[in-house]
């Protein structure tokens, strides 16, 4: 199962949106949604960290510690703690004296750095800003307060940090979501270490089921190190984006959005217009140019091993789950909580549902657990979740629907007759809760009552006509409990 991890629409912040594979894998595309509490702790012992440009200590960075913004998408972060620095000649760092308590609402903390002297160069890069995502501020500060608790800021971490967050974020420094959504951009944060170790600022590799995109990851580092490991440039300087300008000059130029057309003018910008547009629709180039120019980037001297070739087709990043029994999926749904429902529909046996629950904190990896369901599972094909996150599976194999409560408890099969229920695969549920279902083998379509009281067919359901015809989906815009009617229909 794939992640990727892609910003594009408002909506898509709410939730993760997952594109099915043909074989027993999932993309996903990752954002995500958190659990406010308040933490006060003891004084905070300092810890430690590390700045580095393509490998190599970045000193003479400003450093700030921020939590995340409220009340709406790319809300303004706050400061927290003292501004910092990293040491002059060694790139490393001592975390300053941190508040003792959380902000109302245990927002999410990042770090971002800013400027700093390449080794080798002299002199300071003003195009330098590399992030990195920490999680809940309640977690963070149980960690500073552990012995030998270290973490990296390099490229890595600036291209997982800005990837996983894009869909909530408008600049490194205005990263938020309105009250609604803190579970989504504390999935977000999870996210993050789905992709990178931020202890040591390096790429996860395949493990367990999870198959990160490390070849995609470490070429993207590869293509920030070179304008980090650099003199920087000017927004005077003349280039194409090929074969003139500096590093940096190429980079902010190709990542210049045609309204305003206005150049970034550091890394994190830069990447967060990449991951927001990972096929391009920029303003100086045509859309082929922009992926392939941005892949000329990589330095010379990449600090990060790609064996990526060639040029990808798009810079959106997939994370590939194998696990929880997924085999021959068919439909995906995600819940409000950010679980993520698959049904299994092999060519033998009765099939199962995955759900890949969230588990752990942004501070610890891997995200997602799978969990496998068999029971009241007769070759499953659609899902749909209800405002109550329970999970609607429509059977194939014995024209019946199951309902699994939150955290696949309590199964309940529905398989009356008078339902009208044959071979049903699509299902939608409307804004009165009703559940609409599409019957293939009969080409009608079924009306059924939703909670709280389920399993009653709705006035003159099934329906026929309409021209349905072997239909196996449907998508159904929420209506008022007065008109129940599904106004669009997928055959």
């Known amino acids: 199962m794939k992640s990727k991890m892609s910003g594009k629409t408002r909506n898509d912040r709410a939730r993760m949106l997952i594109l099915l594979a043909s074989s027993a894998g999932v993309t996903l595309?990752?954002?995500?949604?958190?659990?406010?509490?308040?933490?006060t702790k003891n004084p905070i012992p300092a810890a430690q960290g590390t700045v580095t440009g393509g490998q190599q200590p970045l000193p003479?960075?400003?450093?700030?510690?921020?939590?995340?913004?409220?009340?709406?998408?790319?809300?303004?972060?706050?400061?927290?703690?003292?501004?910092?620095?990293?040491?002059?000649?060694?790139?490393?760092?001592?975390?300053?004296?941190?508040?003792?308590t959380c902000p109302a609402g245990n927002p999410e903390v990042f770090l971002v750095g800013s400027g700093g002297t390449p080794v080798g160069v002299g002199s300071n890069n003003p195009y330098i800003k590399l992030m990195v995502g920490l999680g809940p501020c309640s977690a963070f500060l149980t960690?500073?307060?552990?012995?030998?608790y270290h973490i990296s800021l390099n490229e890595l971490t600036t291209v997982a940090t800005v990837w996983s967050l894009a869909g909530f974020m408008t600049g490194p420094t205005n990263i938020g979501a309105p009250t609604t959504n803190a579970t989504g951009l504390q999935n977000a944060f999870a996210n993050i270490n789905e992709i990178v170790n931020v202890t040591n600022g390096q790429a996860l590799t395949a493990s367990g089921g999870v198959t990160p995109p490390t070849q995609t990851i470490n070429a993207l580092g590869n293509i920030l190190q070179n304008c980090i490991n650099s003199a920087g440039g000017s927004p005077s300087d003349p280039t194409n984006g090929q074969t003139t300008g500096t590093a940096c000059d190429k980079l902010m130029y190709l990542t210049t959005l045609p309204s305003p057309a206005t150049a970034p003018t550091d890394?994190?910008?830069a990447a967060m217009i990449i991951a927001q547009h990972p096929g391009g629709n920029v303003a100086n180039v045509s859309n082929s140019q922009y992926v392939s120019y941005l892949y000329d980037l990589q330095a010379t001297s990449p600090a990060f091993p790609s064996s990526l070739s060639p040029a990808p087709t798009d810079w959106t990043l997939s994370v590939n789950y194998t696990t929880g029994g997924l085999a021959s999926p068919q439909s995906v749904a995600v819940d409000g909580l950010?679980?993520?429902?698959?049904?299994?529909k092999p060519s033998t046996g009765t099939g199962s549902v995955t759900e890949l629950a969230i588990a752990g904190t942004a501070t610890s990896a891997p995200v997602y657990t799978g969990n496998n369901y068999t029971t009241n599972v007769n070759s499953p094909y659609g899902v749909a979740i209800d405002t109550s996150n329970n999970a609607w599976i429509t059977n194939t194999g014995d024209n019946s629907i199951t309902m699994f409560g939150p955290g696949g408890a309590s199964p309940v099969n529905y398989n009356s007759a008078s339902l009208g229920l044959n071979t049903p695969e699509g299902v939608a549920i409307d804004g009165a809760g009703n559940l609409w279902v599409v019957n293939n083998g009969n080409s009608t379509?079924?009306?059924?009552?939703?909670?709280?009281?389920?399993?009653?067919p709705l006035a003159n359901s099934p329906y026929s006509g309409g021209g349905l015809n072997g239909p196996t989906s449907i998508a159904v815009n929420p209506v008022a409990a007065s008109s129940p009617v599904p106004s669009v229909v997928r055959k």
Not at 29 to 39: D, E, N, S
Not at 143 to 148: I, M
Not at 338 to 344: C, D, E, L, R, S
């Open 60 to 100: 003479n960075v400003s450093l700030q510690f921020y939590t995340t913004g409220s009340g709406s998408y790319g809300a303004a972060a706050n400061t927290f703690g003292p501004a910092f620095a990293t040491n002059a000649g060694t790139g490393s760092f001592s975390f300053p004296t941190l508040p003792a």
């Open 445 to 456: 379509l079924s009306g059924i009552t939703g909670l709280p009281s389920p399993g009653t």
């Open 143 to 148: 960690s500073n307060a552990t012995p030998g």
């Open 267 to 269: 890394t994190a910008t």
């Open 29 to 39: 595309l990752l954002g995500g949604c958190g659990a406010p509490m308040t933490a």
């Open 338 to 344: 950010g679980n993520v429902w698959v049904t299994n």
